[in-house]
């Protein structure tokens, strides 16, 4: 039987991870009250936005090269942006492989420029998502001789950069997840040469999938109380996860906590889900080798910084502030010396009560 189910979500933003330095240090779990909250206000710089109002960035990840991919759930399109240039050009439609399919996700690197990517069926009028329409797709921008679209940066900081392509030169289906009610962000846990896993969040029942990513076998992981909807609010549990070390980070989005778990070979608990805060509210996330985490707030329009020694500040944006409208994602560069952001315009809470801009990537120098 194919079962229809539809669900109120506000965002399903996702996040992406390079391979992490173990680390099994406890974070500490006493925080700057959040009325003294220190805000850095770095330098926030656009990098690209799009034309119209209601276009809204799900996830952002850095491509090998710099470039970037963005993802979009008011239509099923992956994009690619050269932070360089500021230009950006249709990577992928989902459209072309089916009318089922109307979102894209959640995108992580799987291989060198190979990237999972996760689609379904959404809509932004009432926020419904369908049971039985998620499933896993490999797009893959390694070189197959065919540049149909093509950026030649010629240097990038006094370094050379080869050639890259803007568009897939393959693109494959993984798997179907057709009990999943809601699939999101996905990272790759990697637990030893042999075996390559997408973990995927799935909001709405507070739990974690798992993909194999070259058979396409798929279980679930990982469930906890902690990853439910927070009663009497819309179904947005689990969000944005991570893996660091034996530690699989989470957040829950209507909870607003921040949290971890010590999984095993299979990404399954092998250890207690370990609160970390309540100081922040978050979406999504990224985070670096020594735990430093930076969240993605969107109604809060703030990127909020989390250090392992328990400080949280405002690094950038402001309830009130029109820099970062309803922020959704973001993604450290692979030198962690750059954090992007991609955002909804404020489509979901305009600021101030009003204001409302397109989606964009913007990028701030840490």
């Known amino acids: 039987m194919h079962l229809t189910h539809s669900l109120a979500l506000v965002s399903l933003a996702t996040s992406t991870l390079a391979f992490q330095i173990p680390n099994s240090n406890r974070p500490s779990t006493k925080h700057t009250p959040s009325s003294d909250y220190k805000t850095t206000n770095p330098t926030v710089r656009d990098i690209f936005q799009f034309p119209d109002n209601g276009s809204f960035v799900d996830n952002v990840v850095v491509r090998p090269d710099g ?6 759930i008011d239509v099923p399109e992956v994009w690619s942006v050269d932070p360089r240039t500021g230009s950006g050009t249709l990577a992928y439609s989902f459209a072309q492989q089916s009318s089922d399919i109307t979102a ?3 995108i992580t690197e799987v291989e060198h420029d190979v990237f999972a990517v ?4 959404f809509t932004l009028e009432g926020f ?3 049971q039985g329409s998620f499933g896993v797709w490999r797009l893959d921008f390694n070189d197959d001789g065919n540049y149909d679209v093509l950026e030649v ?3 990038w900081s006094g370094e050379e950069f080869s050639l890259s392509k803007n568009t897939p030169s393959a693109v494959s289906k993984i798997v179907d997840i057709p009990e999943a009610k809601a ?9 030893s040469d042999e075996a390559r896993y997408l973990l995927i969040s799935d909001s709405p029942d507070g739990m974690i999938w798992r993909v194999d990513v070259d058979s396409g076998e798929y279980a679930a992981a990982l469930q906890d109380e902690s990853m439910l909807p927070a009663p009497n609010a819309p179904p947005m549990g ?5 893996v660091v070390g034996e530690y699989l980070h989470y957040v829950s989005v209507t909870k607003k906590e921040y949290r971890r778990v010590k ?3 299979m990404a399954n608990a092998a250890g207690p889900f370990e609160l970390i805060t309540t100081e922040i509210n978050p979406d999504s996330f990224d985070i670096t080798d020594d735990g430093t985490a930076y969240f993605a707030t969107n109604p809060e329009n703030t990127i909020v910084k989390y250090t392992p020694e328990g400080k949280i500040e405002n690094f950038a944006g402001g309830k009130n502030s029109t820099v970062l409208p309803g922020p959704t994602c973001c993604a450290l560069d692979r030198r962690g010396q750059t954090l992007y952001v991609g955002t909804n315009g404020g489509l979901m809470a305009p600021v101030g009560g009003t204001y409302k801009e397109p989606g964009k990537i913007a990028a701030i120098s840490l």
Do not use: M, Q, W
């Open 67 to 72: 470039t970037l991919l963005l993802t979009r």
């Open 104 to 106: 894209v996700f959640g």
């Open 118 to 121: 996760v689609a379904g069926k």
């Open 128 to 130: 419904a998502a369908e």
């Open 153 to 155: 940066p010629t240097s």
């Open 183 to 191: 699939l999101g962000a996905s990272t790759l846990y990697k637990p």
């Open 238 to 242: 689990v969000n944005g996860i991570h």
């Open 263 to 265: 999984i095993d070979e």
